[in-house]
């Protein structure tokens, strides 16, 4: 790539650090900091140690779900299979650090090797099917929802799967400096994320991808190489989050993972990055989880039942998208 098209690339990306940027994931920590300071008024409970440490391991598996979904959603695309693929990479995961014969270190290997093989497989075939026809990601998704499921309650023939080594459910449950390891984890693939998205090449071609595909293919770039790896990104993703998911309930199991698709779509949508393409961040995403986190938990605290919180959720996410329409409108 010669530096009049790497001009041209970076003139397709919208600037991380711009004005409407900060101003933007300024808005959303607003947002965040106003919801803490409602339910730490409503509830004594709600900044207690144990409470933001319980939210901070609640968030996890949503964060590292949604870090995914950013890649695919910049695109232009969606996915709606994560949730599916995390239960059907558990559950190769789960079959793997089972196996008879194998000592705890060799079956953990497996199991992660297993679980990342799986959820990236899931994403690398939502995205050649995609790109190669040009279909409605919504559409291939959704197959794949229906796919990794079925598969996943196929293997475990319905059954849960449990009894895993102690060290692997140690890590599961292990901290440092009060932190959940978890989360930590998690933080480290937004700051892996973050470099990919805004440090290198790559980054920059999905994000030109989602302001003008057709700019990006005439400046002679792999334009369908580029929206299957965004694809494949989120499969690894859900790999990911599938061993997150084993290590802290010490189990594998074919109904894990319903609903959380819509969780992670939420809070990217909520961190600020448009279901257009082409604009939005890893860190409005890390700000958007926080929100549903902290949602969900303080709605706990105050009592209401489930599908109350199911009720608000959905409603915040209504106008998170009506926000974007809006956004979309007048920044055009």
């Known amino acids: 790539m010669n530096d009049t098209s790497l001009g041209k690339d970076k003139a397709m990306v919208e600037s991380r650090w711009s004005a409407k940027a900060i101003i933007r994931d300024a ?58 693929v995390l239960a059907f990479a558990s559950v190769v995961a789960g079959q793997a650090i089972t196996y008879p014969g194998l000592g705890p270190t060799e079956a953990i290997v497996f199991a992660v090797a297993a679980a990342l093989l799986a959820g990236t497989l899931c994403g690398l075939m939502n995205g050649l099917i995609s790109a190669y026809w040009g279909l409605p990601s919504f559409i291939i998704t959704l197959g794949m929802l229906n796919i990794a499921r079925g598969g996943a309650l196929h293997i475990s023939e319905a059954q849960t799967i449990y009894d895993f080594p102690e060290q692997f459910n140690d890590f599961g449950s292990a901290s440092f400096l009060g932190m959940p390891v978890v989360f930590i984890a998690a933080l480290v693939l937004v700051g892996i994320a973050w470099f990919v998205l805004h440090k290198t090449i790559f980054g920059r071609m999905i994000y030109g991808i ?66 257009m393409g082409g604009r939005g961040s890893v860190f409005g995403t890390l700000l958007g989880a926080f929100i549903i986190g902290v949602l969900a938990n303080g709605l706990i605290l105050l009592g209401l039942n489930d599908f109350m919180r199911q009720m608000i959720t959905g409603l915040v996410i209504i106008i998170a998208v009506v926000l974007d329409y809006y956004r979309e409108k007048y920044t055009k």
């Open 27 to 84: 808005g959303i920590g607003l947002a965040l900091i106003s919801l803490i300071i409602i339910f730490s008024l409503a509830s004594e409970h709600f900044l207690s140690a144990n409470n933001i440490t319980n939210i901070l391991t609640q968030i996890t598996i949503n964060l590292i779900l949604a870090v995914g979904l950013t890649f695919v959603i910049l695109v232009a695309g969606i996915d709606l299979s994560v949730g599916s």
């Open 210 to 275: 989602g302001n003008n595909e057709e700019a990006v293919r005439l400046a002679g770039h792999p334009v369908f190489w580029y929206k299957v790896a965004a694809f494949t990104i989120c499969g690894l993703a859900a790999g990911v989050a599938a061993i997150i998911y084993m290590a802290r309930l010490n189990i594998s199991s074919p109904i894990a993972g319903i609903g959380f698709e819509l969780n992670a779509i939420a809070a990217v949508i909520i961190g600020g990055t448009s279901l």
